[in-house]
């Protein structure tokens, strides 16, 4: 069945792996970025424009760019999404002595404190129609990483966020879920040194990094009524690290 889905952060990696994906499967899709210019991004590769549609807007500032973006949304497609994915994240890796105020909130505004608009604007239409699906995206890193007590505290919050959608609005038939990323193969993850790339391979079970075509396809099915039952899972694609 066709929905409207918003997938944030789509002009690159897993949010633009999940665009593509949920387009191919006839769905319509709202894809978003930071900037005007990252957003010619999203709609890149895609040949037919009629079921797709690319936004931006700083998370960092995320009360006013919710509003613009369910303005924009409701005026092109006259109704609200009934299932997002909460891709968009950052992070700025310190070590917690060295860490600067700017790099801790500059994650908790991105990674957390948008997720808090982003609920609070598309819930109530879910409420409104009984039916909706979140998706956030969190991460392995929820568990502790060093060198990233800002991004594993957001991350691990967002486990806490969605389970409490999942318990206090299962019975308007909307549900909530966490996709819990490993290492997957992106700008993110290029950005470690090599010596960083062979510690995490050398943890990996399956020996290698995900690629986000595997995250794109737990996505579809976590917006797609097949997964119906599902709800207040945080649900783990790691290559078999541990997680707990
Ligand atoms: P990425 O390649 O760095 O892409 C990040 C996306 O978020 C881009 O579309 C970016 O838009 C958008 N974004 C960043 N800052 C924003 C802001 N201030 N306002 C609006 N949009 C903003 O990230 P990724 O590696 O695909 O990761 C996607 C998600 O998966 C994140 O939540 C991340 O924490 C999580 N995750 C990733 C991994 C991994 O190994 N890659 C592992 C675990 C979890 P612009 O292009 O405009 O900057």
């Excluded at 894809?31 to 957003?39: C, P």
Aim: hydrophobic letters at 40%; glycine letters at 8%; aromatic letters at 6%.
């Amino acid at each position: 069945m066709s929905k409207l889905v918003l997938v944030t952060g789509a002009s690159r990696g897993i949010g633009k792996a999940v665009f593509l994906k949920l387009l191919s499967m006839g769905h319509r899709v709202i894809g978003t970025a930071s900037t005007e210019k990252s957003s010619q991004l999203i709609l890149d590769g895609v040949e037919n424009h009629d079921q797709c549609f690319a936004l931006y807007g700083d998370l960092n500032n995320p009360k006013t760019t919710m509003a613009h973006w369910a303005d924009a949304i409701n005026e092109k497609f006259k109704e609200m999404p009934s299932a997002i994915i909460s891709n968009a994240g950052i992070t700025r890796d310190n070590l917690m002595l060295r860490m600067t105020d700017d790099q801790w909130h500059d994650v908790v505004q991105v990674n957390l404190n948008a997720n808090y608009y982003l609920v609070k604007t598309f819930l109530k239409p879910m409420v409104k129609a009984r039916t909706g699906k979140f998706v956030f995206l969190g991460s392995v890193s929820s568990h502790g990483n060093p060198g990233q007590s800002n991004y594993a505290a957001t991350k691990a919050a967002i486990c806490g966020l969605s389970r409490s959608i999942a318990l206090e609005y299962g019975a308007r038939n909307i549900t909530s879920n966490v996709i819990s990323p490993g290492f997957i193969e992106t700008d993110m993850t290029n950005e470690l040194t090599l010596d960083q790339q062979k510690s995490i391979t050398d943890r990996i079970p399956l020996k290698r990094y995900g690629q986000v075509d595997d995250v794109a396809n737990l996505a579809s099915f976590l917006i797609s009524n097949e997964s119906n039952y599902i709800t207040g899972q945080t649900i783990h694609i790691n290559g078999g690290m541990r997680t707990t």
